[in-house]
């Protein structure tokens, strides 16, 4: 497909694998990388227009897309990653900065309230959409406004008029989230330096399971933690292909090498099936699975 005015990158029959951390995942017909926010609106209408559906990637750190692949376009807003200061505290992030570059920007204005975001892989925009978080903390918990592309058209919702949880952000079907603007607090600078350091080598420590992965699979249910159900059942480095619950995270589910969708996909049944047997418990999905079977 041409898009006429388009300024960004546009790629055809672009593998997804290359695009998600999990590294498994058949083609988007299209995939796109505007070059600012006009180009997106050119964008999107153009889609709109010839019925072309579209969703909108980060990082792909969260993100399990099936074999057959992505109809219609996959937009990453990685050039739209400007970072500004406002009055009060205040600052905007847009969707394609990432999350440690965002602490890196606060932390020079000499703000602070986000450390916890600093390790977590991926955009702002992913951050947002997944209201990541550790520590108990979530990131829209410092939300005061959001900017999205709402059926075309550019809004900005106020925190009064949006919903969400844990891991969770209510959106309506086909929106992306352009921006957040986050309210953070005075602190010392070193004070988040330390902060960002001891997360980094944290998760050095814990996440490092040595094959690609998409971090945590399923969320914890309420008062509970998902791996440590997933032991109970027995399920720790269980395996289908080459997709395996990694021996050193049991909720982490790696790739070995050459792991399908599908393998991960039948893995997570299992996982679930051995968990709900053993405890009780339904385990829901943390990663988002997108696209089509083969
Ligand atoms: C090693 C490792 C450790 C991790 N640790 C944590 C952790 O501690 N806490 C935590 O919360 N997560 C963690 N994660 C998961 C992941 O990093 C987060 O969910 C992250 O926020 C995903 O961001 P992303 O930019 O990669 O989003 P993606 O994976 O690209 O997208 C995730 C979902 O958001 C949608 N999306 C992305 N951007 C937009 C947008 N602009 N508008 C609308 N929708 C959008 C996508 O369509 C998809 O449905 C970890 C992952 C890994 C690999």
Redesign the pocket.
């Known amino acids: 497909m041409n898009i006429p005015g388009f300024r960004g990158i546009l790629l055809h029959h672009e593998p997804m694998s290359r695009h998600t951390?999990l590294k498994v995942g058949g083609p988007a017909d299209l995939y796109a990388i505007p070059a600012d926010l006009d180009d997106l609106l050119v964008l999107v209408k153009q889609l709109d227009q010839a019925g072309h559906p579209h969703?909108?990637?980060?990082?792909?750190?969260?993100?399990l897309v099936r074999d057959g692949g992505i109809r219609g376009a996959v937009v990453s807003?990685e050039r739209l990653n400007r970072l500004e200061l406002l009055n009060g505290g205040v600052i905007t992030a847009w969707?394609g900065a990432e999350n440690l570059q965002v602490v890196r920007f606060a932390q020079q204005q000499g703000l602070g309230g986000i450390g916890f975001i600093s390790g977590?892989?991926?955009?702002i925009?992913?951050?947002?959409?997944?209201n990541?978080?550790?520590y108990g903390s979530g990131l829209l918990d410092r939300m005061i406004r959001l900017m999205l592309l709402r059926a075309g058209q550019v809004v900005e919702l106020s925190r009064e008029q949006i919903c969400y949880g844990y891991?969770h952000l209510e959106?309506q079907p086909g929106?992306?989230?352009?921006a957040v603007t986050l309210q953070l607090e005075p602190v010392d600078t070193s004070v988040t330096e330390e902060e960002i350091r001891r997360d980094l080598e944290l998760?050095r420590a814990k996440?490092n399971v040595g094959y690609p992965?998409?971090?945590?699979f399923f969320k914890n249910p309420p008062d509970q933690a998902a791996w440590k159900l997933i032991d109970i059942a027995g399920m720790r480095g269980f395996r289908v292909g080459d997709a395996q619950m990694a021996e050193l995270h049991s909720n982490f589910m790696i790739n070995r090498g050459s792991a399908t969708a599908a393998d991960c996909i039948a893995l997570a049944a299992r996982v679930k099936q051995a968990v709900l047997a053993a405890t009780g418990v339904v385990l829901e999905e943390e990663v988002?699975i997108?696209g089509e079977e083969l």
């Open positions: 951390s969703m909108v990637i980060g990082g792909g750190y969260n993100l807003l969707a977590i892989p991926g955009t925009g992913g951050a947002v959409r997944m990541a978080g550790a891991r959106l929106d992306s989230i352009l998760r996440h992965s998409a971090g945590s988002r997108v």
